[in-house]
């Protein structure tokens, strides 16, 4: 599901997908606070109602099955053509919209991050809030950055703060600046 919302292609299905997302997690927002997200939910429905799925019966142990909805595949072209390769390792967007709902389902879908880089990951520990190495680089050195400008301002404003310094600064402005 992350690769498809990070696919580059914004076509209307994509874009449908992504605001799903962002539904969810303001239902799960609204769901916290312990209060009910009814127009929300309807929004999210007309939404999800764009999508097929179908059912089929999955073997699990020999003589064991399940029922699952699986997204019905979503190219139909009249006479049906074979799919190509390409369009087979393609993720259909309603196979990103039922992974959105099973995690959510599952209580997992805080995992699903977006990373100051603006990539889709998810997150395999909760703590986890980057895509990769080189952005936790990136984020180290900001965070470095943002320590010394924050002690570097503090210390500035003890310094203009000392009497010695005011007067000094009165007698600079007085004569029209430092020599
Ligand atoms: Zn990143």
Same mark, same amino acid.
């Given at each position: ?6 696919? @580059?292609?914004?076509?209307? @299905? ?41 059912? =089929? ?21 009249? @006479? @049906? ?34 990373? =100051? ?63």
């Amino acid at each position: 599901m992350v690769r498809y919302l990070n696919e @580059p292609d914004e076509d209307l @299905p994509n874009l449908r997908v992504k605001e799903i997302l962002k539904l969810c997690f303001r239902i799960e927002e609204v769901r916290a606070t312990g209060a009910r997200p009814g127009g929300l939910l309807h929004v999210v429905n007309s939404h999800l109602s764009e999508f097929r799925f179908t059912p =089929m019966f999955v073997l699990v142990a020999p003589t064991q099955f399940v029922v699952q909805w699986r997204p019905a595949w979503e190219r139909r072209t009249d @006479p @049906p053509k074979a799919l190509t390769g390409e369009e087979l390792c393609r993720v259909q967007p309603s196979t990103a919209a039922k992974s959105i709902l099973d995690l959510m389902d599952a209580g997992m879908l805080n995992r699903v991050r977006q990373c =100051m880089c603006g990539r889709w990951f998810y997150a395999q520990s909760a703590k986890k809030v980057v895509c990769s190495a080189a952005c936790r680089f990136r984020k180290f050195k900001n965070a470095d950055q943002d320590t010394y400008n924050k002690q570097r301002a503090e210390y500035m404003r003890g310094y203009r703060k000392n009497p010695k310094v005011k007067s000094k600064t009165r007698k600079e402005k007085a004569s029209g600046g430092p020599e």
